[in-house]
């Protein structure tokens, strides 16, 4: 599925590029677009966001696995035993 993002801008999901990510840059808005300013974006904070932020983080792999937190979950709460 393509989608548009701006005038004449189609993006498509791939391995390294997710829908949660497309979405989010539709959400970017600005009052003029000029290539040669760097504008500060400032990105709304919503559930859009925070969906393609985890989709960075899984991909880059710096999410913990699930399993590793359950572990990790019912150790930590055992008393020390010496």
Do not use: C
């Not at 548009?4 to 989010?24: F, H, K, S, Y």
């Not at 290539?35 to 859009?48: A, D, G, S, T």
């Amino acid at each position: 599925m393509h989608r548009e993002v701006g005038p004449g801008i189609m993006l498509t999901p791939t391995r390294d590029l997710t829908q949660n990510e497309i979405d989010a840059a539709k959400a970017v808005r600005m009052a003029e677009f000029n290539v040669q300013n760097q504008q500060k974006i400032e990105w709304p904070r919503n559930l859009i966001m925070a969906k393609a932020y985890v989709d960075q983080l899984e991909r880059s792999q710096a999410l913990p696995d699930l399993k590793t937190l359950e572990e990790h979950e019912k150790w930590q709460h055992r008393p020390f035993v010496p």
